[in-house]
């Protein structure tokens, strides 16, 4: 069975003493091997994050970087400042990067290579809003959004890549998507991606995030298409250790 993965997006929420104390806190209890743990803090505490949990198996990842390598772009991080931070992962794509920051699925594509470029792996972010979802449109929007997110991506780079399907009306609702509901969908983009890359893309694991919480984790991780999930609000309390705890039955 693939290690489930449990990833805690911080957002735009604790300062580096704040994520340094908080880890302090949990770093033990979340220093598991049967599933592999990451955190997204801000960009500032990242490398603090990095060195105060050098020796667990606790991986750090920046939750956005540059289409670009260096230069006049102010305010901009590159994925090659990510990877010298060392940096694991990069969140790509999240779909409040999408509405607030109007990135679109080329700017979310270019991102990807860059990581890949990079040594970095993307953790591509993808969702229907509401209205999609109520007009039966939630398939093809997630079909076209991680079509788009891979192009040019290579067979040689599949098994570096993470999907997190997260519906934008379950984030931050406190209404999640039915584990069902959640299932299907993650069955769905293994299947199409199966499609584009063969066999190989039984490699790719494919998350879910939206409201996830220790109460719903038990049964979503735990379903069969599900390889993880993304957490943001409950990655911010002690509540994310015993998600990260969840049993998994085999
Ligand atoms: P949430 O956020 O768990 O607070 O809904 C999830 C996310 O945005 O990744």
């Avoid at 003493?17 to 743990?37: A, G, W």
């Avoid at 803090?41 to 540059?66: D, H, M, W």
Wanted: charged share 30%; net charge negative; glycine share 6%.
């Amino acid at each position: 069975m693939k290690r489930k993965i449990i990833a805690g997006n911080y957002k735009m929420n604790k300062t580096i003493t704040e994520v340094e104390e908080f880890l302090n806190e949990i770093k033990d209890s979340i220093n598991v091997t049967d599933k592999e743990v990451i955190i997204f803090p801000n960009n500032l505490a990242v490398y603090s994050a990095v060195k105060l949990l050098e020796n667990t198996n606790v991986k750090v990842g920046i939750q956005n970087i540059s289409t670009e390598d260096s230069g006049a772009y102010t305010g901009e991080t590159s994925a090659v400042m990510a990877k010298d931070a060392l940096c694991t992962y990069v969140l790509c794509g999240h779909s409040e990067r999408r509405e607030k920051f109007s990135e679109t699925d080329e700017i979310v594509n270019k991102k990807v290579l860059k990581c890949l470029e990079n040594s970095l792996k993307p953790v591509i972010c993808v969702g229907e809003n509401l209205l999609q979802r109520q007009d039966n449109f939630h398939f093809v929007t997630v079909k076209h959004q991680v079509k788009k997110a891979l192009k040019g991506v290579s067979k040689e780079d599949i098994e570096n890549i993470i999907i997190a399907y997260e519906p934008i009306w379950a984030i931050g609702t406190g209404e999640s998507a039915t584990s069902k509901q959640a299932d299907e969908m993650c069955k769905y983009i293994k299947e199409k991606l199966k499609e584009e890359y063969g066999e190989e893309a039984s490699k790719i694991k494919v998350l879910y995030g939206g409201s996830v919480t220790e109460k719903t984790a038990d049964e979503l991780l735990n379903m069969e298409n599900i390889d993880g999930a993304l957490i943001g609000s409950a990655s911010l309390k002690k509540e994310f250790v015993n998600i990260v705890n969840t049993k998994i039955v085999d």
